[in-house]
């Protein structure tokens, strides 16, 4: 009897343990994600499988260019016990999660331009932004009343986010501005598949 309460108490350890340091790494340090749509082609494709890094939302604030994971504004997240405990595991979690890029900063003046020629730029405080990553400048949808490509200025704490792929993905245009508490972490690289692994470097994109 002693033998299998000694047994249980190792195990229920074991695993209390092993929840704590996934919590402490996925919170704190990093985790994997997974590439399920095409709206930042040609950057990431789909299945692409990507390390994150959490650590640096504690002393900096996202940079234009940055690739981030995030919870869309739309997204109402809960925070009773097992929401929580889904959430910093990564069990079962339900919530929605958007990978973009951050396209305007606290204090831009944003616009989204159709050009005569039928391709789209993007400016920041009047000036067009170099986007060498985009997948087409004249695979853009055309922006309506009911979309938000501005001009429109950035408050404090309020992201712009747009993906790579112009003319396919829900971003900052269908659903407005990003608070930085939405934040999840910052794409590093790809580590799968082994042919695609690319270091996403930081680039100066300011104008």
């Known amino acids: 009897m002693a033998e299998k309460k000694s047994f249980l108490r190792d195990t229920v350890e ?25 709206s930042m082609h040609p950057t990431l494709l789909e299945g692409d499988r990507v390390i994150v890094e959490n650590y640096s939302r504690f002393y900096s604030s996202p940079k234009r260019g940055d690739i981030m994971i995030f919870y869309p504004p739309d997204v109402v997240l809960k925070y009773d016990p097992l929401s929580l405990f889904s959430r910093l595991t990564g069990f079962f979690c339900k919530d929605i999660a958007y990978i973009k890029r951050v396209i305007g900063t606290p204090g831009d003046k944003i616009e989204i331009i159709r050009n005569e020629d039928g391709s789209s730029d993007v400016l920041i405080n009047d000036k067009v932004l170099e986007e060498p990553y985009i997948l087409d400048r004249f695979d853009y949808r055309v922006c309506t009343e009911d979309m938000h490509c501005g001009p429109l200025t950035l408050g404090e704490d309020e992201y712009f986010m747009m993906g790579d792929n112009r003319g396919n993905s829900q971003d900052s245009r269908y659903w407005g501005v990003l608070k930085k508490d939405r934040f999840i972490g910052k794409a590093k690289f790809i580590f799968w598949p082994f042919h695609r692994l690319i270091y996403f470097k930081d680039k100066n994109y300011n104008l």
Do not use: D, K, M, Q
């Open 14 to 38: 074991t695993v209390v343990f092993v929840i704590v340091a996934l919590i402490i790494i996925r919170f704190f340090i990093g985790e994997a994600r997974w590439i399920p749509s095409a």
